[in-house]
Structures are given as C-alpha cells and as structure tokens.
C-alpha cells in the first residue's frame, strides 16, 4: 500500500517561488512503482498532470509551467519535489502528488496513477 504525504503549498506574491515536497511511504513487500507526477486542480476543472519523471530520471512538463517549474526526486528520501518559480494568479490551484503503479494492460506493461496525496493549496496574488 502506498501512502502519499504533500507539503508545501502556502500563499506567495506572483513573481514568487514555492517548493512542494512529497514523501512516499509503502507497506508491504510489493512495490512497482514506476513514474510519479505533480498534477493540480482548479475548481470546476477536471485534474491536469503539471510534470511527470520516471524513475531514470526523465521529466515531462505541461506547456502552461515549461520553464518555470522543476520537478525532481530524491529515492533515497523517497521524495518527490516541484519547484515552482515565476508564480502567477492562474497557478493558484490544489496541487496533488501522484505514483505510478506497473500494470498490465491487453498484455503490455503500462505506468498508471493509483496512488494520490490529499493536495496541497497554492495560492498566488498579485
């Protein structure tokens, strides 16, 4: 079982940078942990992944925070992190940390999220 604890949000002028943090934690001898991800959601909007790595280390960003946001792991920590820079008023949202489980789908060997933290808020204002 994975658990999954997010730290970090607050509130910040825009032009501001917040860091979020998230550990991961799992009971159990099974672990197929594959990629994990920071996505947020507005209210009223459905949840949009901000930045995805893999456990190799490779990093995916969305178009709206190319640039601007860093994410990165520490496995040793079992620590994922977002560093979020040049914040702006639309960047004020729940962020929610995320981990990919291995499973098979039709026969092939798929990464999907399964396991989510409660969020964590970030607010900015101008």
């Known amino acids: 079982q994975v658990q999954l604890m997010e730290s970090g949000g607050g509130s910040v002028q825009a032009g501001g940078s917040l860091k979020l943090s998230c550990v991961r934690s799992?009971?159990?001898?099974?672990?197929?942990?594959?990629?994990m991800a920071w996505h947020r959601q507005a209210p009223g909007q459905e949840r949009e992944v901000v930045s995805s790595i893999s456990i190799d280390g490779t990093t995916r960003y969305s178009d709206s925070v190319k640039g601007r946001f860093t994410i990165s792991q520490d496995n040793k920590k079992n620590t994922l992190y977002l560093q979020m820079n040049s914040l702006n008023k639309v960047d004020t949202v729940v962020y929610y940390c995320a981990s990919g489980s291995l499973v098979v789908v039709a026969g092939n060997l798929e990464c999907h999220y399964r396991d989510w933290g409660h969020g964590t808020q970030v607010t900015v204002s101008s």
């Open positions: 799992v009971t159990g001898s099974t672990d197929n942990r594959c990629d």
